[in-house]
């Protein structure tokens, strides 16, 4: 979804002349002073509808009147553009179950069956544990009461665990329809509760109900099974605190406080911003003070910005005294030291190329070079696998260039086929030759070996501990790769490995989440609730190869969990409970609470516009 | 390109197309976080962690920020606010050790290491140090450990990038250390006395306001921008010496009513000439008439045309990844050779600049390209005016390889208007299509014979023959052209 085509000229003119144009030749629109005018917020306009209306039904094409969140049935190949009759019914099913929740005396007179072999069925008691001396310590409940009870009991005690109404979210993750209509359905219930003392908790609750219907008009609830069931409690609340305000210098600032959509509002797309908000960022000491800074890349006409740490935690930007203020659309970006003299330099995946910044050991950068093998960059890494003592450089490009010009921007990109898409970009490993020169070095080190998917992350470890970094390749549309380094010759075991995970992979981590000693593996993928359920309905199922089908089923799955063994992995994504990132982006291990476990975090979330109605 | 690959196409490009309009595709979601419970399980804290921000986030910054003892988390985000530091304010409790790492003979900042840290009675806990991570992430490289109950650290090795191993003795919980390669023993950094970040809470989150929107590369305004002047007769846009405001506005809207005056007083000592068109319905227009008439406006304004709005509308919506509704009050300015230089959503001075500096180190996007492209977008619904923009394209671009496009596209418009028997508009393009591919046998073939439906005979027969010149087998032209011999020869004595 990246622009296919960068509009920016390639330059490859000596680097010298460019210095030379930096801050003294400016495109003549380009601003010369701050000044942020005011002006209504929208709702104080007219939006004339009427021309919207008429002008994008002409078109003949998809309207945006049309279209509901069931209409356009999202990651299948067809994005069926007709009204499915099983999603109609998943949502009244959501309906009921909502208004049923509201009020726990309107259930049906039925039983909640709980799985016994899952452990996992419904409390009644609050125990509360941890340590409160020991900082941030959540309890983990099961309950192992009872086998079944009446609905309107089970609900009736679920709003008690809380002293005052919670958030209740309900996501529908399968529909079956036979001659029953069967949903599966995502539970969650937040809110805060006390204890008997009166000491307040926050309390969290995650249950997957399988309910049963008749298939009348209303629905009929006819049962429900509660497959599992898992809520948390904590004392001191909540471990992470929101600090930004205070740290940000330029916090109330328009390119903090306008989200993407603002901007793809206001920047032209020929000023290469675009709606997807793919940008990074990079931690790392720029001075040398032993604090960490941040670097982070924004969109086109936007600076990226460098925030640096002073004593009491808060930052100064400085991305314009440290020369490092690119208006170019910026992806990734490291802090990394390229020519081994202590400072860290920068590199930056930009529109056109990647950017290599030299640190004069205070903060301080300098344009050495750039590199256009791998125009519009996403992810970048940095490791040493050729064990010359110097950082190389892989890089991820997400799409081919095979499409025409036409399409630009969001519209630009078109995977084929859509669950083993081979039609994504080349990625890059730049070998370093020094005095910030690097060389694409792909085919020689066997790096071009299935290199032509849609890539969103890498990230390398030394699996077999044999001192060279190997390589994890995440790939959206189908299959990821795992590049075995043979003493600088990589092989792709992904399939041996068992870790192609087929899936949409947008992120790589690496970590070892049970302590044996071997690297395992997190890969971020995308849970979608409606994939899940699309893909799975008759009559997306008729007429597509088991391998299609599986391959679309798979994936909506979510993120993938891989223990690793001796030669092997081990897919233990489902039994861990650990799929459910939503549209994940980075996933991360993270041991939050120091207790020695690796936990894991997700960003999450696509595309977050005006408009509810979500596709 | 297969049925299934067409369709899968279609599929993409439509979804596209409403996000491209605004709506929203797997948002609204919250971040996830869940927690280890060292059983090969994991639970969902992500409510109680107070990590489940609803933001569109895309990168993750791991540091221990504040030095304190524990992992904080900066959010790279999609939606504002466009980053967040969430400080975990888990502190010192739990014991913890930080690591540093220097290479020597590797890499000096010693990425692909790996730290195996053994304590007196537990499971090994092992990390490498990596640049580069998840999505467009790179964390802090102090490498940090919780220990749990394991406060007793028995050993710490490193593989050092290139694979040899090194051991450090007796360190303890609670600190930093920095461990250089092939230097035995391990340098202690000490923390700062107290961690650090005052929480301060923004009050209501601010939002970005509407702002002046500076092209990029000055666009024209296409050619059949017309509206109906004061007595309603209609008007092209006529010429200026000077830059020119022309304001769209509504006699029922508030923001409207008070931009008109404002703009009066912003130009009144300035040589920007201004145009005001109102967008009501001109058999509904007595409001318009009288607001005017109070304002004693003094410039030029009149009604836009419906089809002028209608081409406004998209002319303004593809150049934007998110495609904005047009609403009023809106304004455009242009120089005096109508082309388009900045755009203004809501009330404000258009001259106004950006609010963000900053450098390119890449050269600016040239016309040619911005013509052609938006040519072609423009052109998805309003292919004359489309060609208009490509054909600034092929002159700016002085190579002729967009002249096969234009040609076919002219060539098929004329044929539409043949069709709709609107033979004048098919002649201008049936000669612009010449223009561009003036050795095409079928567009002089095509051209000839309607030229000779409409009894154009010698230019028909010119036509013809040229045709013939270029494909001399073409059993069609050559029938024609007999056909055309006969009618001339009956009719000239």
Known sequence: MLGGVFIRLLFLLAFALLLCQCGKKKPAWQPESPKITTGPIQGEMIALRQWVATGVDKTGQLTAQQGTSTEVLIHTEEA???????????????????????????????????????????????????NQNRGWAPSLLRSTDQDSEPLSDSLHSLQRRFNEPPDVHLKPISVES??????????????????????????EIHATWLCEWQMDTPLKLTGITLESYKESLVHKAPLFSDVTASVLPDYQSPQIQGGIEHWSQHITRYGDLFQTGHHGLAVGDVNGDGRDDLYVCDGGSLPNRLYVQQPDGTTRERAHEANVDLLEDSRGALLIDLDNDGDQDLVVCTIAMLAIFENDSTGKFTLRGGHPGAPFAGSISASDPDSDGDLDIYLCVYEGNERDRTQRGFQSSSPYPFHDATNGGRNILLENIGNFSFVDATERFGLDLNNSRWSFAASWDDLDRDGDPDLYVANDFGRNNLYRNDNGHFTDIAAEAAVEDMAAGMSVAWGDFNRDAKPDLYVGNMFSSAGRRISQQEDFVQGRSAAALLGTQRMARGNSLFAGGDNTFQDVSETAGVTMGRWAWSSAFADIDNDGWEDLLIANGYLTNRRDDDL | MSPTQDNSLKGWDAIMRQVTHGYSWSGQERNVCYLNRGDGTFVNVSYISGFDHLDDSRALGLVDWDRDGDLDVWLRNRTAPRLRLLQNTQGNGQPWLRITLEGKTSNRDAIGAVVEITTKDGSPLVKSLRAGEFFMSQGSKALHFGLGQHRDIARVRVLWPGGAWQSFPRLSAHKHYHLQQGVSRPIEIPLPSAPTVATKTANAEPRARQSPIHLPVKIPIFPSFHYRDQALKLQALPPSKANRVI??????????????????????????????????????????????????????????????????????QILFDRAPTL????????????????????????????????????????????????GRLFGERFPAEGLYYLELAAQLAQTNKLHPELASKHQQLARQHAEANRPQQAIHHFDKALSFSPESASLCHNYGIFLAQHGQLPRAYQLLKRALQFAPDSEATKTALEMIEADLTTRTP
Request: aromatic share 8%.
């Open chain 2, 327 to 374: 609403s009023v009050p809106f304004s455009i300015l242009l120089d005096s050779d109508h082309n388009v230089l900045a755009l203004q959503r809501g009330p404000g001075d258009l001259t106004n600049t950006l609010p963000f500096t900053g450098r390119w180190f890449t050269n600016p996007v040239s016309p040619a390209y911005v013509y052609e492209d938006f």
């Open chain 2, 247 to 316: 304001l769209l506005w509504s006699s029922q809207c508030a923001a409207c009513r008070k931009e008109l005056p404002a703009l009066l007083k912003r130009y009144a000592n300035n040589t920007t000439e201004l145009l005001a068109l109102c967008v009501d319905p001109i058999d509904d227009s007595a409001d318009a008439y009288a607001l005017m008439d109070e304002l004693g406006w003094p410039f030029p304004w009149g009604f836009a045309e419906r089809a002028t709005l209608e081409r406004l509308e998209h002319w303004q």
């Open chain 1, 178 to 203: 036979g001659s029953d209509l069967k949903t599966r359905i995502l539970v969650t219930h937040t809110g805060s509760t006390r204890t008997s003392d009166g000491q307040l908790l926050l309390l």
């Open chain 1, 80 to 130: 069926s553009t007709g009204e499915s009759v099983t999603e109609r019914w998943s949502q009244e099913a959501i309906q009921i179950l909502t208004a049923m929740l509201d009020d726990p005396d309107s259930a049906p007179a039925i039983e909640v069956t709980a799985l016994t072999q899952t452990k996992s069925r419904h409390p009644h008691s609050i125990r509360h544990g941890g």
